[in-house]
């Protein structure tokens, strides 16, 4: 709104700034609460093997229900808890709760994201481990998603922290590549497991030819380092189709399940269970 009263006017008293601190101060305090009282929850979105089409794992997103104003998404609180030093303590509800209930799913791999504020903590590593040790999951069936906005700023630091994780045996995923500033200098020095195609690289991939050929060097990129490649935003057959063709491996969207709770999970790989015969079973696992 700031932005809207224009240049000249900054200077003058604007009441609707404080209107709009005042709301920002709210919510930052409701998240407070929130986190503290453990109102968060995580809903699970499968990953889903791109030959046999069998889940493969889920990506933990986590949600809030702010009282008295329904759903809040996790692009504007996430963003808040990073500038109001929420997000250690977030991240690491988060991380607790999906390595607890990645024991349900022995077959699943776990995916949890990770914001940058928690990466840049040199300890993020320690609480790592500690997590795991605390829950007894398996490292190698957690894999942390980071984006690649601090990568570029603190390369060096980045290296280390990736070392430090990856000797704990988690995996590393660099997330919505092809969103931003993303170079093949660094993913080669970085050593990520995964990477995973952006959505809205992925939504083009039947729009034009361009945008195709951008969606196909892209994967290709990826693909030249040996790295694993999964394709988010899957919304049509089509776009399932062409990324498959293209050399993803793993494919994630609303066409094979969009984000749901546990039990829901659960209820997917009994139905699974149920229809296939015993040997089949662990097809998924990777
Ligand atoms: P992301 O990690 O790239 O997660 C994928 C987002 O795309 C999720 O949005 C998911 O619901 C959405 N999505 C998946 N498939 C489709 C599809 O087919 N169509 C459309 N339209 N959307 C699809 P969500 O849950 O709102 O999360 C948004 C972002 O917030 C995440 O992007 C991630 O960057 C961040 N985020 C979510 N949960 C966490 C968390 O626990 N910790 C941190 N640090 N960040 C989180
Ligand atoms: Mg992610
Ligand atoms: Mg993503
Ligand atoms: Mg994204």
């Known amino acids: 709104k700031a932005k809207e009263a224009g240049r ?66 996790p692009e504007v609180f996430i963003p808040i808890a990073e500038t109001s030093g929420l997000i250690e303590s977030l991240g690491l ?28 903590n040199p300890a993020f590593a320690d609480y790592v481990r500690y997590v795991l040790k605390q829950t007894e999951v398996e490292a190698g069936r957690i894999t942390l998603e980071i984006t690649e906005g601090y990568m570029i700023q603190n390369p060096q630091r980045t290296r280390q922290s990736i070392e430090r994780l990856k000797a704990l045996g988690v995996k590393v995923a660099l997330d919505d590549f092809g969103s931003g500033f993303s170079s093949i200098g660094y993913l080669r020095q970085f050593g990520f497991d995964r990477i995973k195609i952006d959505r809205s ?44 063709l293209f050399g993803c491996d793993c494919l994630q969207g609303y066409l094979f399940g969009k984000p749901m709770t546990a039990d829901l999970i659960t209820e997917m790989l009994d139905a699974r269970h149920a229809a296939e015969p015993e040997g089949r079973r662990r097809l998924g696992a990777a």
């Open 93 to 120: 509800f988060v991380l607790r709760k999906a390595c607890e209930t990645a024991k349900q799913w022995p077959e699943l791999n776990v995916s949890v994201n990770v914001s940058p504020g928690q990466f840049r």
């Open 201 to 244: 690289l992925v939504m083009g991939v039947n729009e034009d030819k361009r945008q195709r050929e951008m969606l196909q060097a892209t994967v290709a990129l990826a693909r030249s380092l040996d790295i694993p490649v999964t394709a988010e935003g899957i919304e049509t057959e089509e776009q399932a189709i062409a990324m498959r």
């Open 8 to 73: 000249a006017r900054m200077t003058l008293y604007d009441p609707s700034m404080d209107a709009d601190r005042e709301q920002r101060n709210a919510l930052e305090l409701d998240l407070r609460m929130a986190i503290e009282s453990g109102d968060l929850t995580l809903a699970y979105q499968p990953l889903i093997d791109a030959a046999s089409y069998a889940p493969t794992g889920v990506e933990a997103l986590v949600r809030w229900n702010r009282p008295g104003h329904g759903p809040i998404s």
